[in-house]
Structure formats: structure tokens, C-alpha cells
């Protein structure tokens, strides 16, 4: 009898070891980015954080870098069109000769009218939600081929949404009392759904080359997107979680440290939910039940 485990070492030391990983984050100055950013400097990556404001990259950057022991820094960008991810990718390559894994987290959302909803308001979202991540992962390719191999492939991880999934909008007055009724995020669900086949073909087309990608959906996480619904909102946002509490720091940096991991390296194309079963289960809790 062939005793297979015995060939490979399964210390949790060995398959989650981040101290050689180079790391960047679109969108990691707040919000799911930033705690990201946070799990690989604290478990020893360099990471690069991007994103349009330099005030805010700046003190992300040197707090996650005091914090260390890895180091964080970061590059102005705004993803907003082709040129600028090209823009981005050309400044990444200047600082490093190679990239273990990037996290295409920038986004953006838009709540309307439902019968007088923007025009630009679902270009702009389509840009940033879904054609940011198809170029952004074309340009940093090179990168990511550097020492990838099928037992430590490069890594892409899409960061989607619940709202991919779900057709009920929680921001609507009907579905969750997040805004007037008839006001919802229309063009944000549709382009959250395009991010996670994006990366669904992304994964069937970059798995010959050593390269896995996944796409993590999470439902409500404490970022600025969320910000305002947790201000007025909170004990109707917990009324759908079954736990009586929403995501944390922890839930996401541990779910991104594993999809980066040695212990999912045989892993791709998978939308994860992550939403602490409320889409599940279709808990309706009681108001002022909030366990945080």
C-alpha cells in the first residue's frame, strides 16, 4: 500500500507560507483591499496597493508597513478605462520582476431610479467591475508566469459580490428598506454576474499556463460601498444574516490567504459565497437581534 500523504509535507507552516509572495491589490487602500493587503504583510508578502486617491494609499501603506513584517507600498492609478490598467501594469513592472498574485478588488456602485437610471452609470461600472480585472490580469500575465508551476501556480482572485448571485436587490425600499422604493443598484448585480464568468473563462484559459483564478463573492463586509447602509441601517442588514452578524477583517484576509496558499493550488473557476449563509438559508431574523 502506497502511503501518498507521506511524500508531501502538510504543516499548516508549509502550506500557508506567504513570506515569498509578491502582492497586488487594486483597490487597497479601504474598505475588503485593505484588509487583504493586511493578511499578506502580516504574514511576511510585499505587497503593492493601487488605487486613485494618494492621501489614502499613503496611510494604508505605512500603517500596514509598521505593522509588517512585510512591506506595503503603492501606486496612484485609476482603472477607470484601458489606459490606466495599462498605465498601472507598466509602473507595476518597473518595481517588481514578478507577481505571485493579484487581486482585482477595485470597484464601484451606483444606486438610482429604476425608470431614470443613468446611462453613465452603467458604463462606469462596467468598466470598473469587470473591464479593469479582463486587463488588468492580461498586462501582469508576464508576471505571473514567473515561477509559476503546476504545484505553485500564479494566483488571480476577482473579488465579485453577493449581488452576482442574488436577482432580490438588498439595496431596494422592497428588498431590504436601503433606499426609496424603486431605487436600487441595477447596473452593479449585472456587473458583479460578468465578473464572476470573467473569471470563470479566465480560469479555463490561464490553467495550461499555471495560472488559477477564482472569484470571491462576499456578501456585506464593513468597507466605504457598505458605509452608509451600516450607518442607518444596521439591524436590517443583521435581520438577514443567520449568525446576527455581518463579515470581518478576518473572514476575508483568511479566505484571500487561502486562495493564495500552497493549500489551494489545485483549485480554479470557483465562485465562493460569502456571505455567512444568509442567501442560503433566506434568514429573516428579528429587528435589534445584531450580535456586533
Not at 490580469?137 to 448571485?165: C, F, H, Q, W, Y
Not at 499555471?210 to 456578501?219: E, H, R, S, T
Amino acid at each position: 500500500m502506497t502511503h501518498y500523504a507521506s511524500k508531501d509535507d502538510l504543516r499548516a507552516s508549509t502550506l500557508f507560507n506567504f513570506s515569498n509572495d509578491v502582492v497586488l491589490v487594486t483597490g487597497g487602500a479601504t474598505g475588503l483591499g485593505e484588509m487583504a493587503a493586511q493578511a499578506f504583510v502580516q504574514n511576511g508578502s510585499h505587497v503593492i496597493i493601487a488605487s486613485r486617491k494618494e492621501s489614502e494609499l499613503k496611510l494604508t501603506s505605512d500603517r500596514l508597513s509598521k505593522l509588517g513584517p512585510g512591506k506595503c507600498e503603492y501606486i496612484v492609478a485609476d482603472l477607470k478605462d484601458r489606459a490606466g490598467c495599462d498605465g498601472l501594469c507598466k509602473e507595476v513592472k518597473k518595481r517588481v520582476d514578478r507577481l505571485t498574485v493579484l487581486i482585482n478588488n477595485t470597484g464601484a456602485t451606483w444606486g438610482d431610479d429604476y425608470y431614470d437610471f443613468p446611462e453613465h452609470a452603467w458604463d462606469k461600472l462596467m468598466a470598473l467591475n469587470v473591464k479593469s480585472i479582463y486587463y488588468m490580469t492580461v498586462g501582469l500575465e508576464p508576471l505571473l508566469l514567473k515561477g509559476a508551476s503546476p504545484d505553485t501556480p500564479g494566483r488571480v482572485i476577482n473579488i465579485a459580490s453577493m449581488a452576482g448571485i442574488q436577482t432580490q436587490d438588498v439595496t431596494t425600499g422592497e428588498g431590504g428598506g436601503l433606499s426609496k422604493p424603486g431605487h436600487g443598484t441595477f447596473s452593479y448585480g449585472p456587473s458583479k454576474a460578468a465578473c464572476i464568468h470573467l473569471t470563470k473563462m479566465q480560469a479555463s484559459k490561464l490553467a495550461p499556463k499555471n495560472i488559477m483564478a477564482n472569484v470571491i463573492c462576499p456578501g456585506v463586509f464593513p468597507s466605504r460601498m457598505t458605509s452608509y447602509g451600516l450607518d442607518k441601517y444596521m439591524d436590517t442588514l443583521v435581520m438577514g444574516q443567520p449568525t446576527g452578524r455581518i463579515g470581518k477583517p478576518s473572514d476575508f484576509g483568511g479566505l484571500v490567504l487561502f486562495l493564495a496558499s500552497a493549500g489551494s493550488a489545485h483549485m480554479t473557476g470557483n465562485a465562493i459565497e460569502f456571505d455567512g449563509g444568509s442567501t442560503l438559508t433566506g434568514w429573516r431574523g428579528k429587528r435589534n437581534e445584531s450580535k456586533i
